[in-house]
């Protein structure tokens, strides 16, 4: 995760010199005026629907938790509803389309199970299964291993069970 995040201002002066590079271009085929009449009203747009779309993900959320429904699948529809809005909000012409590309419901069911599934990888499988329900499991047919492996909850010695004392393997 640490390595992650030292990309981080890479990719912003990365999008800062795209949104710049695309703003020149639309301004030489548009029109300089036209092409800041376009980022504003996009970014008012935006301004608009941040606001329609955290009162829907609040909503969903409300209702998932009054029927006693895993609120995750609401969750990750608002944020992603909410991130969109974001980035149609922030002044930029290629930000502005991903925000519109993330509001189109396909596309956003889609970044919602990307969302989903990177929650599922970095939570306990006991908190997925508070945010997201049961998980449904592939299970392919094959040979079933011979060997489980040691498990925790089984004493190393038998003997030691018997007695209450827990021998942990290798002391």
């Known amino acids: 995760m640490r390595r992650t995040w030292r990309f981080v201002p890479l990719g912003l002066l990365a999008g800062l010199v795209a949104e710049v590079a695309v703003f020149v271009l639309v301004g030489r085929a548009i029109g300089f005026a036209w092409a800041v009449l376009v980022v504003f009203a996009a970014s008012l747009a935006g301004l ?10 609040w909503r969903g959320f409300r209702v998932s938790v009054e029927s006693h429904q895993p609120p995750g ?10 991130v969109g809005a974001l980035l149609l909000a922030v002044p930029g012409l290629v930000s502005g389309v991903v925000g519109v590309a993330l509001l189109v419901p396909p596309l956003r069911r889609l970044a919602g199970a990307g969302v989903q599934r990177a929650t599922e990888r970095r939570v306990s ?5 508070d945010l997201f329900g049961p998980r449904r499991v ?3 047919p094959g040979a079933p291993s011979t060997d489980p492996g040691p498990s925790p909850q089984r004493p190393a010695d038998p003997a030691a069970a018997i007695e209450g004392e827990i021998v942990e393997p290798g002391r």
Request: aromatic share 4%; charged share 25%.
């Open 48 to 57: 608009l629907l941040l606001r329609r779309e955290g009162m829907r993900a």
């Open 125 to 129: 499988s006991m908190v997925a299964g």
């Open 73 to 82: 699948r609401q969750l990750t529809d608002g944020l992603v509803g909410l």
């Open 138 to 140: 592939r299970v392919y």
